[in-house]
């Protein structure tokens, strides 16, 4: 039996719709398994064709099930084919939530700003109305399955920035939405994470309130007048979420934000001393982990912005015609990066003009390939976007050769034209081949390839 931080629970008693019983028992319980599908890639054939025991819909995300157990992903190639993300259900109220106070809104730019390893990015790429989204991580070594989870999703207009939060300070009044998953002291994944247990601690929930509030104040100037700001923790604790919520306010014109709950969802909407409102997820009362989030919009802003901008190198005729036969190509531009080919929407080309006077861009559009003595070779991340062709020629393959593929290892289709094919499993797209006549060449990424037997 998990033993709670006693000082925890002490912490929590005066906390509005927190029962002590409920929360124990909670924790003497395995954490529910969520996944997420990727709805730019499914259609009704592969989805009842995923070999995954479905429960229950999320009841906040229209895209989110429970599953019967956790099944070993690792060995299903649909999720390397990006069909879905299995991410904490709690976590999913994001997709309610913004899809609730902007589904009128079109063409906005959203900041993730603490982004690794990906799930709620994903949820951002999936809201029409984001024409662009930036994924940002600022601890190096989280960045590479950031980018892996990124590509593929496969949606072309997520960028994915390396940048601590003072980065983005001179961007004033640049985002739309943006979203603050802040690092926090992680008292609401003890049922997923023994290790969270033994890190609590009173001190360092306080060491954490101070970090947020520092993040937050770096990232603010980047908001504009009448934008979204939506602040997450991991955190039951009221320093880290209402004081929080009080800080905001007092150092912001700020209004908050509420969205109407379904009585039998059990979260907890809470209020803060000046008018806060944000939302409580508790094990035992919600079908998840301990989650809090909160919502406001900012009234006013005192600054005003003019960004330079840095010309990009746009592709040749004769560079772009080589890409005819890969990618759809209508609202587009193809940019050239030495002697790669990167395919991002056209509409957010010029926001690439401005973001890259100030921030380390990691991605920025889709990798399409290299052009070498002018043949073009295309690249793994293409195939997996949803820019890439589907009348390409492909190998249908089953689920072993599948795991063949993924594991780099070789497998021999016979006697067929020798050139490029796609790898498709239940119609997804896994990535690339190239048949040689006498052999075949496995274009899998060789860091993402499974090694578990």
Request: with cysteine; aromatic share 12%; charged share 20%.
């Amino acid at each position: 039996m998990i033993e709670l931080p006693s000082k925890l629970l002490q912490s929590l008693a005066n906390i509005e719709g927190f029962d002590l019983e409920t929360f124990l028992f909670a924790h003497t319980q395995p954490a529910p398994v969520s996944i997420r599908f990727n709805q730019q890639k499914l259609n009704d054939f592969n989805l009842e064709s995923l070999n995954l025991p479905l429960s229950t819909k999320v009841p906040w995300c229209k895209d989110g099930f429970y599953l019967t157990e956790r099944p070993k992903f690792i060995f299903d190639p649909a999720i390397h084919a990006g069909a879905y993300y299995v991410q904490e259900s709690s976590s999913m109220f994001l997709h309610y939530l913004l899809s609730t106070i902007q589904v009128q809104e079109s063409g906005l730019k959203v900041l993730d700003l603490c982004a690794a390893p990906g799930g709620k990015t994903t949820i951002l790429a999936s809201l029409p109305q984001f024409k662009m989204v930036i994924a940002n991580e600022l601890i190096k070594t989280r960045v590479s399955i950031l980018y892996e989870n990124i590509v593929k999703w496969g949606a072309p207009h997520v960028l994915i920035t390396n940048n601590d939060p003072a980065d983005f300070t001179p961007l004033k009044d640049y985002f739309d939405t943006i979203l603050v998953d802040a690092p926090c002291s992680g008292s609401g994944l003890f049922r997923k994470d023994s290790k969270a247990i033994d890190e609590w601690s009173e001190n360092n929930v306080k060491l954490c309130a101070e970090r947020q509030k520092r993040i937050l104040a770096d990232v603010l100037p980047s908001l504009r007048e009448g934008g979204i700001l939506v602040y997450a923790t991991c955190s039951y604790s009221s320093e880290e979420n209402e004081d929080i919520m009080d800080w905001l306010m007092q150092h912001a014109v700020f209004e908050p934000v509420a969205v109407e709950l379904q009585d039998s969802w059990n979260i907890v909407e809470t209020h803060s001393d000046m008018g806060g409102i944000g939302y409580r997820f508790f094990p035992g009362k919600t079908n998840g982990e301990g989650f809090f989030i909160a919502c406001f919009r900012l009234i006013q802003t005192q600054s005003s912005a003019w960004f330079p901008e840095k010309k990009l190198e746009i592709a040749n005729a004769s560079e772009i015609a080589l890409l005819k036969e890969w990618v759809n190509q209508d609202g587009i531009t193809v940019i050239k990066k030495n002697d790669s080919l990167m395919v991002l929407p056209e509409i957010i080309a010029p926001e690439i003009q401005v973001l890259q006077q100030f921030l380390h861009l990691r991605k920025s559009g889709v990798l399409a390939g290299t052009v070498i003595r002018n043949q073009f070779i295309p690249e793994h991340e293409l195939i997996l976007s949803n820019y890439c062709r589907n009348d390409l020629p492909f190998f249908e393959v089953d689920e072993f050769e599948a795991l063949q593929y993924l594991r780099k290892q070789e497998f021999n289709r016979g006697d067929f034209i020798k050139g490029w094919y796609v790898i498709r499993y239940n119609l997804l797209r896994l990535g690339l081949i190239k048949h040689l006549g006498n052999r075949i060449n496995n274009y899998y990424p060789a860091s993402w390839r499974i090694l578990k037997s």
